[in-house]
Nanobody, 127 residues
């Protein structure tokens, strides 16, 4: 049974940084894709970044390019989202997701391509 557990959410001021973590269990190998998504109140869940667990970064949303960095530790089956220069519009619940497949490019930002989800971690950025 696959389980994803996020951590690292917090409240920060504009310009601050946070690092989110998502630990995956239940996968017997590293041949899966993980993605970060976020959902603000009243808005749809949107893809933020995706990575294949061999280390290949698949995609970033335009809104976070240059500010967010996705990475992974394959030995720990953990994916990270380093978020710098945070803005109030980054405020959302952040979710990690996984799919045992290689999702190409921006398909890694589509929530319908994932079949396992974590419970989310809240990020709040105040001005």
């Amino acid at each position: 049974q696959v389980q994803l557990v996020e951590s690292g959410g917090d409240s920060v001021q504009t310009g601050g940084s946070l690092r989110l973590s998502c630990a995956a269990s239940g996968y017997g190998n590293s041949r899966f894709t993980m993605g970060w998504f976020r959902q603000a109140p009243g808005k749809e869940r949107e893809g933020v970044a995706g990575i294949y667990m061999n280390g290949v970064v698949l995609a970033y949303a335009d809104s976070v390019k240059g500010r967010f960095t996705i990475s992974r530790d394959s030995a720990k089956n953990t994916v990270y989202l380093q978020m710098n220069n945070l803005k109030p519009e980054d405020t959302a619940m952040y979710f990690c997701a996984a799919r045992q497949a290689l999702l190409y490019s921006t398909s890694a930002l589509s929530r319908t391509n994932y079949d396992n989800w974590g419970q989310g971690t809240q990020v709040t950025v105040s001005s």
